[in-house]
């Protein structure tokens, strides 16, 4: 648990040194991947994070996404004991800020059934390539990906500088299928 930690704050710090024109640049290079992916060509529901911050720019990808008739939805902060849920957005500015400032739907956005999901992006501090995953410490992601579809696609999307070689794994950690990164 203390590695976790240890190398999440270490990562995180790293990403909050990209500048803003390096970041401008990378999040463009990983929306073109996203929306070139055989993943979002493929899906017709897609549950994706909102940024936040330093995170990879998902606003674009969003937009995007409803743009192409695409079914989204994002995720709805319950509370940190009873994780979160996935709920259908028809417009961007249907997104207002939550308890922690994230960008989050409002109560009468309609829950998605985690069945429906054809697609998951994933945010998070730390990945490797082999499926490994350091969230932000909440163990909302691990609880919600349980519920998926084993078949859907798990997929990070990260700057390079979050991808390491071995991140330690605890046996309720969900693995990823793959990353999307601007490398």
Do not use: C, W
């Not at 203390?2 to 190398?7: A, S, V, Y």
């Not at 996203?34 to 936040?52: C, L, R, W």
């Amino acid at each position: 648990m203390e590695d976790k930690k240890l190398i999440r704050d270490s990562i995180l710090k790293i990403r909050d040194t990209i500048s803003l024109s390096e970041r401008k640049k990378y999040d463009e290079e990983i929306f073109k991947k996203v929306i070139e992916s055989k993943y979002y060509k493929e899906a017709k529901s897609i549950f994706i994070f909102v940024s936040y911050k330093t995170e990879v720019d998902t606003h674009k990808i969003i937009k995007k996404a409803l743009e192409d008739g695409k079914v989204i939805s994002v995720p709805k902060v319950i509370s940190k004991k009873d994780g979160m849920y996935g709920a259908i957005i028809n417009k961007f500015s249907d997104l207002k800020p939550g308890k922690y400032g994230i960008l989050e739907p409002g109560e009468e956005n309609i829950k998605i059934l985690e069945k429906d999901i054809d697609l998951v992006l994933i945010p998070g501090a730390v990945f490797d390539k082999e499926g490994g995953r350091i969230g932000y410490g909440g163990g909302f992601y691990d609880r919600f990906l349980v519920k998926v579809r084993k078949d859907v696609p798990k997929v990070a999307i990260a700057y390079d500088v979050q991808i390491i070689d071995k991140v330690p794994m605890g046996e309720l950690d969900v693995r990823i299928d793959d990353i999307i990164s601007n490398g």
